[in-house]
């Protein structure tokens, strides 16, 4: 596989040209999101994935192409697919089928969801293979105080049968530990859903690390998390106006400037 002096997986040309201005946006954006999670988080090789979607067209989104790590990812090789699975805008590059399966499924099942964060990072993974789940030991973990819904590791998740079965276990809830295997992040937007995996992630690293103590923990009660979570944890309140995110796309502009093109 040839690579590119801008480091992505093969040469390609922009099709800024090709969609909206505001399609175009939210490219660049979520490119910026992948380069984020790459640059904070240790994921899982090309196997982790955004999807993001499209205003004005509640069908369609856009996910990583297969053959590019989340620091590979550019606003023209975002891959464009309906929520049946079928590439809508021609591409060398196309999704792999966890990636399209996945984020179908949950857009298709949940018409209030815009963006799912999908990741497998040594935290999360090692959270959800324990049968505690994430413990309420930290204020970012209590942003999810029983927020959380719990899928088994039952089915094939390439597949759009079972994927199915996953964004019925998530139900009316937007944050997800499958467990063995990883985390989806829900929002109600791009920058929401990129905020509340962040937040997830260092919940995650907290417990691992606290745990690994061997000393007896500090648990708050019921009423400090529900205290918690409800100023913290509500649904709709980050959006590109936000200042985690408004952070987050200047780190990006300096360091990955090629994410735009």
Partial sequence: MNISSDNTPYPHSSVRDQVSPAEWQLRCELAAAHRLVAHFIFVDMTYNHISVRLPGEPRHFLVKPETAYMEQVTASNLVKYDIDGHQVLASPYKASPAAFNVHAAILKARPDIVSVVHTHSPANLAVSAQKCGLLPITQQAMRFYKRIAYYKNQYDDVTPEGTAHMAQALGED????????????????????????????????????????????????????????????????????????????????????????
């Fill in 174 to 261: 937007w944050v997800m530990v499958l467990e063995n295997h990883g985390v989806l992040i829900c929002g109600k937007s791009l920058p929401e859903a990129y905020i509340y995996h962040h937040f997830f992630e260092l919940a995650c690293r907290a417990q691992i690390g606290a745990l690994a103590g061997g000393t007896a923990l500090i648990i708050p009660s019921h009423e400090v998390c529900e205290q918690r979570v409800a100023r913290a944890g509500r649904i709709g309140v980050y959006d590109s106006q936000s200042r985690d995110w408004t952070a987050g796309m200047a780190l990006v502009e300096k360091l990955f400037p090629d994410f735009k093109t």
